[in-house]
């Protein structure tokens, strides 16, 4: 009789934890709320980082600064992809090779050190606002030299930026212990816009052999093999944003994740944010490129989105996305006759004229050098 009873008991034990595992198949509803989630938290730091981005570029000018912002050349963007599908392969096998949980564990404690510097970078303005006035404001500046003239650390600061640090420094602690999605997001959406704020790509041509190269690497690691699905899924760090599917039942314990790569909301991003600072350089008083290229994106999304749903399988993003994001602003340049101007459009053009220079002083020297061989 006892020994019938203590069997009862464990079966019923069995049964619940069973049920606690499985996954609540998600309703309309529920998909319709996450995916919606997904796309506004995709379209906000295109949005955003562009317009961040354009102001970046005029106070750079403004300020008739001699130092160039960090491009991405044409070899960087052809190289870009190949080193995208190394560290991709690499995390695979580490994967399988290594218990995941030391893996994630290092990966965690890098990826907090970047989003608390990250979302420090995007609260900033925001905090600076709204920090009481019984805080003062107290600026502070860091330098350390190495002997007269070069310096190692110039970095200066206020106590707003340091209430900031703290603000951020909570989510993350937050996001360390929990691993909440709501901590996932807002360091995924500081990593997103920053990236769309502060990668440059000089000119469209470079543009384009990034995203068809990406193109390819997308379609390949997704429907040629499991490589990048098993390592989204494995991968515990803020590199993509995620929303419950099943928010309704569970709330904000909801476990059924769907979610986006920040890579389809960047590598796009920063294509857009070229556009603008294109669209501004035209001096037309309008955003035509921009705007149209930013709805391409959406549409782009949506097909995305679309195509997962009907056919239940994991889809490339980038395999809707490029072609929508380089088609718009050619079709668009080839009707209304900008199509020179676009792919002739760089963001800092003077490099091209340095160079020049450099070599036009650099043959008085050689003929110089030739003549005294010939003597």
């Given amino acids: 009789m006892a020994d019938t ?44 980082g ?22 991405m050349t044409k070899k960087d963007a052809m190289m870009f992809p190949i080193i995208a599908s ?54 502070f500046h860091i330098k350390f ?30 996001y360390l212990f929990k691993k909440h999605w709501i901590a996932n997001n ?21 543009g384009c052999i990034l995203l068809g190269g990406l193109f390819v690497y997308d379609i390949f690691w997704v429907f040629g093999t499991n490589v990048m699905v098993t390592v989204a899924k494995s991968f515990e760090a803020p590199i993509k944003l995620v929303f419950p599917q ?10 059924n994740f769907a979610m986006l790569g920040l890579g389809d909301i960047v590598i796009p ?20 490129y921009f705007y149209a290229t930013f709805i391409a994106y959406f549409m782009g999304l949506m097909a995305t989105i679309f195509v997962m749903h009907v056919y239940k399988h994991a889809q490339p993003a980038l395999l809707y996305l490029v072609p929508a994001c380089v088609i718009t602003p050619i079709f668009i340049a080839m009707i209304r006759g900008d199509l020179k101007t676009l792919f002739a459009y760089e963001d800092h053009p003077e490099e091209k004229t340095d160079e020049k220079e450099v070599k036009e002083k650099s043959k008085p020297e050689q003929s110089k050098t030739e003549k005294k061989k010939t003597k």
């Fill in 246 to 255: 099943d928010l309704l039942e569970k709330g904000l314990g909801a476990s």
């Fill in 186 to 206: 807002l360091f995924g959406l500081a990593f997103a816009l920053n990236g769309v704020e502060l990668l440059y790509l000089n000119n469209v041509i470079t």
């Fill in 5 to 48: 009873l203590a069997e009862t008991v464990q079966k019923t034990v069995e049964n619940i934890t069973e049920n606690a595992n499985v996954k609540i198949p998600a309703t309309s509803e529920g998909m319709f709320i996450a995916y919606s989630s997904l796309v506004i938290m995709a379209l906000l730091p295109i949005f955003f």
């Fill in 145 to 174: 030299t190495k002997g007269t003239n070069e310096d190692l650390i110039d970095y200066k600061f206020t106590s707003y930026d340091i209430v900031c640090l703290v603000i951020s420094t909570t989510i993350g602690v937050w």
């Fill in 50 to 71: 562009s317009k961040r981005s354009l102001s970046n570029q005029k106070e750079h000018k403004a300020s008739d600064s001699t130092e160039k912002p960090d491009i």
């Fill in 86 to 139: 190394c560290a991709l392969f690499g995390l695979y096998i580490f994967f399988k090779l290594f218990s995941k949980e030391y893996i994630n564990l290092l990966l965690t404690g890098y990826f907090f050190v970047l989003g608390v510097l990250a979302l420090s970078h995007l609260l900033a303005p925001v905090i600076s606002k709204l920090v009481p006035s019984s805080i003062p404001y107290v600026p």
């Fill in 269 to 288: 991003g920063i294509f857009i944010a070229l556009l603008l600072r294109y669209d501004y350089s035209l001096k037309r008083n309008s955003s035509l």
